[in-house]
């Protein structure tokens, strides 16, 4: 059991004092005053700062098939899509987390003989994060069984984008993710919110398919 601090006990000791040794009251004050700045000093180390605890579900998946997509792949039951109608991004869509406060963008290119100058695009947005970011780590996925390839980029430290992606099948499609969180990048504060939807991104260029 810890010692409680000197100051703990400067009170009683002061109305004792009084009472029994009779003493002016300023001079008391003082005495009290004193030792009170003498016991309770110290060394003072704050403590690290908190976050709001999000609960995290097991991870669980069912296939996402939508007619109107040239893909289809498996996603997280807590996440959804949203097609997007503008002209010019036929086959975009976004991958929502409200629960995590998170989405990843994906946006969708055929290829016209111009697969290097896409994979060029693609990584230059994910280096641009170079100047916040800890490091970058690239990870290869071939499944030459289903046609599709691709490069899952880790990005570490305070960037505005945890994690991004691109999956090709080097002829004809090109796909690519990029994941962010709807406030400041901290990465203490996403990093079980990041680490859990990265699982859920390999699992997507896992199960990754092309329609026919």
Request: aromatic share 16%; hydrophobic share 40%; proline share 6%.
């Amino acid at each position: 059991m810890k010692n409680k601090p000197f100051c703990a006990y400067a009170l009683p000791f002061f109305l004792e004092t009084l009472l029994h040794h009779k003493m002016k009251f300023y001079h008391l004050f003082i005495l009290f005053f004193a030792l009170t700045l003498a016991s309770c000093g110290g060394n003072f180390t704050p403590k690290p700062y908190g976050y709001f605890r999000v609960d995290i579900p097991e991870h669980s998946y069912r296939t996402v098939d939508t007619l109107s997509l040239p893909y289809k792949f498996d996603l997280s039951p807590i996440a959804r899509v949203v097609k997007h109608e503008e002209k010019g991004e036929k086959y975009w869509i976004d991958i929502q987390y409200p629960q995590l406060n998170a989405n990843v963008y994906c946006s969708y290119k055929p290829i016209h003989n111009n697969l290097f100058e896409l994979s060029e695009d693609s990584r230059r947005y994910v280096y641009k994060h170079a100047v916040k970011a800890d490091g970058i780590g690239e990870k290869v996925f071939a499944h030459p069984e289903k046609q599709v390839y691709g490069i899952l980029y880790d990005l570490e430290g305070n960037t505005a984008s945890a994690l991004q992606f691109v999956l090709t099948d080097s002829t004809r499609h090109f796909f690519r993710g990029a994941l962010y969180f709807d406030n400041v990048p901290n990465k203490d504060s996403i990093a079980p919110m990041a680490e859990y939807i990265r699982e859920d991104m390999v699992r997507l260029m896992e199960s990754f398919e092309w329609k026919k």
